[in-house]
């Protein structure tokens, strides 16, 4: 009979490794600090200007609230682990940060689908854009880029909290639903579930941003230099942020299908990391930079002008 108990408390065993690094971990992580200047200035600025109350920019605003939740739920619990001699979590705790960890990745994955059928609409009906993308239509995509993700993540959630589990020891810096591998009876329907809600959100995802762009190339192809150039432009941000999250989510995937025992602790913790930390730096200063009207007004605000 396999012994099974109701665990109390997770074990992160990624942390003992790290040695007298831990202090070098901690500087690191006051970038945390830099992350939320750099999505709290530019969220001010899109909320105080109205010139910027655009579907565009409201996207955009989504998004860095979506960075501000991410970080918030990873780097304040990592800074606590990282000066704690001991390394556990209470249960609740490691359950509220796997749902916490989720939702971030999904709501990033809608808020990039969402803005790219917006630059579709934008490049290829420039003159019904104002009619194709309303206010109500802008309200209700934001409204279920937050409530699909936090939906699947509490049917996960709920599937994976009675799993009877016969060890505590979770070998990462942070919780996720590693906590299935712990389980000591069957967890097809936690399998299953898993493998329908990635195929559905992967499917949606990969389907539009697939159409959008293909659709927006040929209106490149055909159109005249001053549409490429437009094109260019706004896109640039969007397909740098995309390819940069779903690297982040090639490192995290590779890490959990295969044996990385015989990758270095410090390469293996540097990559799990990856898409959680830079991710919501890149952002803010990508689209802060790229967007000229972000930027002048992001400046005018900094230098106190505005």
Known sequence: MVNSTRVSYFTLAAYFSTGTFRYVFFMIMLLYILIVCANVLLI????LNRSLHEPMCIFLCSLFVNELYGSTGLFLFLLAQILSDIHTVSTSFCFMQVFCGYTYVIVQFCNLTVMSYDRYLAICFPLQYNTRMTSNKVAMLIALTWLFPV???VVMISLSAPLQLCGNI?????CDNYIVKLACYDTTVNNIYGIVYTFILLFGVVTVILYTYINIL??????SKQTRQKALRTCTPHIASLLNFCL???FETIQNRFDMNSVPNMLRIFLSL??????????PVLYGLQISKIRS???RLVFGKM
């Open 297 to 299: 007004l992001c400046k």
């Open 170 to 174: 979770i070998d990462k810096v942070y």
């Open 151 to 153: 939906t699947e993540v």
């Open 218 to 223: 040929k209106i490149c192809f055909s159109g």
């Open 248 to 250: 982040g989510g090639c």
């Open 44 to 47: 001010v600025v899109i909320c």
């Open 274 to 283: 990856y898409w959680l930390t830079c991710q919501p730096l890149f952002n």
